[in-house]
């Protein structure tokens, strides 16, 4: 190689030292991408460990409870008729409770592992609606609260429509359980479902504490929850919303809230009809109960 002039010793130079700043400037961005990468790694190992102890007492409470209030009852005899209803119906509601805690924790862990495929079939929404509050109406009776559904028949619309039951009903289950913990005692609860061009919309509104403008989006973070520490008022374990958001997306629809603080929020749900997407052979009348149409290769 021959001795270069100093035009060009100064023009090499330059190019390597605009080299040098370019390595530079991107090892500088992927340092900062790292660096905001481990401090989300770092919240979120914070948020899974408060999940984990949380979660510990959300099953660990009812569970001791159901065995306490049911060791009572292994002697009936020294119990009056009323004690025992009375002990029956909180065990009723300790084992309710636990179970829909499992049944989140579950959903969570199918969506986790990317498992969660939608089963669509014809679902009665009226009845899926129903059926629903049917299922938390104790909850609902325990604070007073009253629960009015419009059904979809009232709007016009056939009361039919092709989506996954099971995924609906969990979103329906998960926002009417919500809309009742964070009501006040002797609040009432509302539930519209109306069709939309190929959209099924359903809205939960309550009338109860509300939430800040800036508490919106975490709402549906995993793990995450307004409420927390020794001074939780609410239960819960902060996957129910979350799981409503993954479970709606599933199914290829959204979810919208409008909250005043002290004044209730309302949760809306818009999903497509699956029908154009998918062959439909099965009819739902309930999230879990399905009857075959045609049974002829059976």
Not at 61 to 85: A, F, G, Q, W
Not at 119 to 137: C, K, P
């Amino acid at each position: 190689m021959g001795r270069l002039t100093d035009s060009e010793l100064i023009e090499e130079l330059d190019r390597r030292f605009r080299e040098n700043k370019q390595a530079f400037d991107a090892l500088r961005v992927v340092t900062k991408k790292l660096e905001r990468l481990n401090k989300k790694l770092q919240e979120s190992e914070a948020l899974k460990s408060n999940f984990l102890s949380n979660i510990r007492n959300e099953i660990n409470n009812p569970l001791t409870s159901i065995i306490c209030m049911s060791k009572e009852l292994i002697s009936p005899e020294s119990l009056d008729k009323e004690t025992v209803s009375s002990i029956a119906a909180m065990i009723h509601s300790e084992a309710f409770n636990l179970d829909a805690q499992l049944r989140n924790i579950f959903v969570a862990a199918e969506f986790e592992a990317g498992e969660a495929v939608p089963s669509i079939s014809r679902v009665d929404i009226d009845m899926l609606v129903n059926g629903t509050i049917e299922l938390l109406s104790h909850k609902a009776g325990k604070k007073i609260i009253t629960m009015d559904y419009i059904p979809l028949r009232e709007s016009a619309h056939e009361s039919c429509f092709n989506t996954d039951p099971e995924k609906l009903q969990l979103v329906l289950f998960n926002l009417l359980a919500n809309a009742i913990e964070y009501s006040h005692e002797g609040g009432r609860v509302e539930l519209k479902a109306w069709r939309q061009d190929e959209y099924l919309n359903i809205s939960v509104k309550d009338y109860g504490i509300g939430m800040d403008l800036s508490d919106r989006e975490i709402i549906f973070d995993r793990f995450r929850q307004l409420d927390t520490g020794v001074s939780k008022s609410h239960s819960g374990h902060g996957l129910g919303l979350s799981i409503t958001k993954a479970a709606v997306e599933l199914l290829n629809g959204t979810i919208s809230i409008e909250c005043i603080k002290d004044r209730g929020c309302t949760f809306t749900v818009s999903i497509p009809d699956a029908g154009s997407e998918t062959e439909v052979d099965v009819t739902s009348n309930e999230g879990n109960e399905f009857i075959f149409e045609d049974m002829e290769e059976f």
